[in-house]
């Protein structure tokens, strides 16, 4: 039986560009900005570093599709470079390359950075034009927006919620977004919105408006981990460890049969599952102090509460109207702001929320700062919830 990943790896340092419109620079600044940020945290030096893993979702519109770019902008002379693409988990994917090295012994200090340059680009979301011409039979022409929002319809089939209701709880989800994004300066929207302006927005899919969904950005997010000795031997005390990494993908049956109702994602609870198995966690609600979920859209991040298993089923809506997962109350959500105001970098993504919770258990979060957190969970959700991919990553303090 596999024994797990769990405080096996430590992250010795991180680093998170500022996310927005970076007309002024290029992807290889962008991957630098983070890098150089995780570097002097880190403490070491470029050449410590013995082999890097670069998320890069998009080849055609940023930087190629080899990791020799990353190899030249960082100057990584003469290491293992692999570039790794696995959709919105792309960010994660690369945090996995890394930290299976240093956990197999195949390196002590390995790099993860995930960058992505849309706002240049033309790139609105999906789809993407030829993934493989079996990607393009099962995910034919569809806009992302209108595939999250059947999981809205779904919902409500299910459990009998109300549609003004349900407007209500996902406006809610955008609304307390916006006010944690409103204390990051490294989000690309800084700015708390009222829950009218969110309810009275134009319908992008319904019952999708335009605050319901999350936007496209540039930005870069970096990751330096080791063993937790060779952390300790250069001076870091307090380590944020790895507690779990999972991965669960679609195999054809929500897509291909008539066994999903459309309100949950499978993949999602698959992943979780697996997570919550290798951190040894038996109560989400009670462990985790904080979550970042992909919240592509605010009907995603509703019933991903409960595919994590922090709300019961057909609860969540009640959860997300109570405040449940406000910041100063019981779990908090997207203390960062979430995808809601750094937009969706693909690539970037899932390494930003992970940086998210290690400022927060380094107690180095400023105003967003949360109360004596201990684990954290990251959650990226790729493709559409009828057939995508999913990636959960669990950090937290050493030995919790």
């Given at each position: 039986m596999a024994s797990g990943i769990k405080d096996k790896v430590a992250i010795l340092g991180m680093g998170c560009s500022r996310f927005g419109e970076r007309w002024d620079c290029g992807t290889e600044h962008l991957l630098n900005e983070a890098f150089l940020e995780a570097l002097s945290d880190a403490g070491i030096e470029r050449k410590q570093i013995e082999a890097a893993w670069y998320g890069s979702a998009l080849d055609r519109v940023n930087v190629g599709n080899s990791a020799i770019p990353l190899a030249t902008a960082l100057r990584l002379e003469g290491i293992p470079v692999t570039r790794v693409e696995n959709m919105c988990a792309t960010g994660t994917e690369a945090l996995r390359g890394a930290v299976y090295a240093v956990a197999s012994g195949a390196a002590d200090i390995a790099l993860a950075i995930g960058a992505e340059k849309l706002k240049d680009s033309g790139y609105g979301g999906l789809p993407v034009q030829s993934k493989g011409t079996l990607n393009d039979l099962w995910m034919p022409y569809g806009s992302a927006p209108a595939g999250f929002a059947q999981l809205a319809a779904g919902y409500r089939a299910k459990y009998g919620v109300s549609?003004?209701?349900?407007?209500?709880?996902?406006?809610?989800?955008?609304?307390?977004?916006?006010?944690?994004?409103?204390?990051?300066?490294?989000?690309?929207?800084?700015?708390?919105?009222?829950?009218?302006?969110?309810?009275?927005?134009?319908?992008?899919?319904?019952?999708?408006?335009?605050?319901?969904?999350?936007?496209?950005?540039?930005?870069?997010?970096?990751?330096?981990?080791?063993?937790?000795a060779i952390a300790r031997s250069l001076g870091k005390r307090d380590l944020v460890t790895v507690k779990a990494l999972a991965l669960s993908a679609s195999a054809g049956r929500e897509q291909s049969t008539n066994q999903w109702d459309g309100s949950y994602v499978q993949n999602t609870r698959n992943a979780a599952k697996a997570a919550y198995a290798e951190a040894g966690i038996t109560n989400p609600r009670k462990e985790l102090s904080a979550l970042e979920v992909h919240d592509c859209f605010s009907i995603t991040e509703l019933v991903t509460m409960e595919d994590l298993g922090v709300s019961e089923d057909g609860q969540a809506w009640k959860d997300v109207m109570n405040g449940v997962f406000d910041a100063d109350c019981e779990i908090p959500c997207q203390i960062d702001g979430g995808l809601k105001c750094f937009g969706h970098p693909i690539g970037a993504s899932g390494l930003r929320m992970v940086y998210e919770h290690y400022l927060q258990l380094t107690g180095r979060a400023g105003p967003r700062q949360l109360k004596n957190p201990t684990l954290g969970l990251s959650h990226n959700l790729g493709g559409v919830p009828y057939n995508g991919v999913c990636g959960i990553s669990i950090v937290g303090l050493e030995g919790r």
């Amino acid at each position: 039986m596999a024994s797990g990943i769990k405080d096996k790896v430590a992250i010795l340092g991180m680093g998170c560009s500022r996310f927005g419109e970076r007309w002024d620079c290029g992807t290889e600044h962008l991957l630098n900005e983070a890098f150089l940020e995780a570097l002097s945290d880190a403490g070491i030096e470029r050449k410590q570093i013995e082999a890097a893993w670069y998320g890069s979702a998009l080849d055609r519109v940023n930087v190629g599709n080899s990791a020799i770019p990353l190899a030249t902008a960082l100057r990584l002379e003469g290491i293992p470079v692999t570039r790794v693409e696995n959709m919105c988990a792309t960010g994660t994917e690369a945090l996995r390359g890394a930290v299976y090295a240093v956990a197999s012994g195949a390196a002590d200090i390995a790099l993860a950075i995930g960058a992505e340059k849309l706002k240049d680009s033309g790139y609105g979301g999906l789809p993407v034009q030829s993934k493989g011409t079996l990607n393009d039979l099962w995910m034919p022409y569809g806009s992302a927006p209108a595939g999250f929002a059947q999981l809205a319809a779904g919902y409500r089939a299910k459990y009998g919620v109300s549609k003004a209701d349900l407007k209500q709880a996902i406006g809610r989800v955008s609304w307390k977004s916006h006010q944690n994004g409103a204390k990051n300066p490294k989000a690309h929207l800084q700015k708390a919105v009222e829950m009218d302006t969110i309810l009275n927005a134009p319908i992008i899919a319904d019952p999708l408006g335009v605050f319901d969904c999350c936007g496209v950005s540039d930005g870069a997010a970096c990751a330096i981990v080791t063993t937790p000795a060779i952390a300790r031997s250069l001076g870091k005390r307090d380590l944020v460890t790895v507690k779990a990494l999972a991965l669960s993908a679609s195999a054809g049956r929500e897509q291909s049969t008539n066994q999903w109702d459309g309100s949950y994602v499978q993949n999602t609870r698959n992943a979780a599952k697996a997570a919550y198995a290798e951190a040894g966690i038996t109560n989400p609600r009670k462990e985790l102090s904080a979550l970042e979920v992909h919240d592509c859209f605010s009907i995603t991040e509703l019933v991903t509460m409960e595919d994590l298993g922090v709300s019961e089923d057909g609860q969540a809506w009640k959860d997300v109207m109570n405040g449940v997962f406000d910041a100063d109350c019981e779990i908090p959500c997207q203390i960062d702001g979430g995808l809601k105001c750094f937009g969706h970098p693909i690539g970037a993504s899932g390494l930003r929320m992970v940086y998210e919770h290690y400022l927060q258990l380094t107690g180095r979060a400023g105003p967003r700062q949360l109360k004596n957190p201990t684990l954290g969970l990251s959650h990226n959700l790729g493709g559409v919830p009828y057939n995508g991919v999913c990636g959960i990553s669990i950090v937290g303090l050493e030995g919790r």
